[in-house]
């Protein structure tokens, strides 16, 4: 958390101004960098940070998988939330002139020639940011976005034909496919009648046509509902009012009147409906 439609609002919002007050982030200047935790920055020291990024400006704001892509006039800048981060733009000075003070877990702040500044806020430190040339030096071992076109049914029937593994853990794994999380998945499985523990070289071609489609179906749905706000970190979006299994346990399965189970795939909480879901020989 957040997942691909989490990431995909918040991307949007920067553009937009959605979710700050009306403020964005295209073609703002960077005049000043705060660094509040250095660990935040992956591939350079703060000082380093700061003399290559200052002076740019940011051009676009996209996203890969989970990845925020700030693309800048010179290098492209990187953020990958993980568990706890989101992103804050606002006023960075007071009517007086003084700083604001930032929050208590902002870890990275970027000040704008405007007098407004983007914050990084991430509380249990997971969070990560990237300057880099090449994007491609960071983003080009991810699998392929799961909404692009040119993924087709046969090649994704192909991929999974590829792989022996339990099929959660491998749509959640980003080098096999782009911006799926433990809610997205546990989600287009129920809508696939897929169980999580089926090995994904047994899929048929209808099944891997279907488990495609559903997956495109929730996350769309989860980005019009500009995501799922489920604990203290992720705010703005309803999804969750509409989840069928995720996070349900002992609570009735809408397709059919079963209690829904939680089991452990792969390390991670997994929720099914245990008969729309069969597993038919043991993994």
Not at 117 to 122: C, D, G, I, P
Request: overall charge positive.
């Amino acid at each position: 958390m957040p997942e691909l439609p989490e990431v995909e609002t918040i991307v949007r919002s920067l553009v937009n101004g959605a979710r700050h007050n009306g403020l964005h982030v295209i073609r703002q200047c960077i005049t000043e960098v705060r660094v509040l935790w250095d660990r935040t920055l992956a591939n350079l020291s703060p000082a380093d940070f700061t003399i290559q990024i200052v002076g740019q400006t940011i051009q676009k704001v996209s996203r890969r998988g989970k990845f925020l892509v700030f693309s800048l006039n010179k290098n492209t800048l990187l953020m990958h939330l993980r568990m706890s981060g989101d992103l804050r733009v606002e006023e960075a000075f007071a009517p007086d002139g003084s700083e604001a003070p930032l929050h208590k877990h902002d870890r990275l702040a970027l000040l704008f020639e405007s007098g407004q500044r983007l914050a990084f806020n991430n509380p249990r430190k997971f969070g990560r940011v990237w300057l880099v040339e090449d994007a491609q030096e960071v983003l080009g071992v991810l699998g392929p976005e799961p909404l692009d076109e040119s993924l087709t049914v046969d090649k994704f029937h192909a991929m999974l034909q590829a792989r022996n593994r339990l099929l959660k853990p491998l749509l959640m794994d980003q080098h096999f496919l782009a911006g799926l999380g433990n809610i997205y998945t546990d989600e287009a499985l129920f809508r696939a009648r897929l169980h999580p523990r089926v090995i994904s070289s047994t899929l048929s071609r209808e099944q891997s046509a279907l488990l495609l489609r559903e997956i495109r179906c929730v996350l769309k749905e989860g980005i019009r509902r500009n995501g799922s706000s489920i604990d203290w970190v992720y705010r703005g979006g309803d999804f969750q009012n509409d989840f069928n299994v995720y996070g349900r346990a002992g609570e009735i399965c809408p397709r059919c009147g079963t209690a829904i189970e939680r089991l452990l795939v792969g390390q991670r909480g997994t929720h099914i409906c245990p008969l729309c879901q069969p597993l038919n020989k043991k993994v």
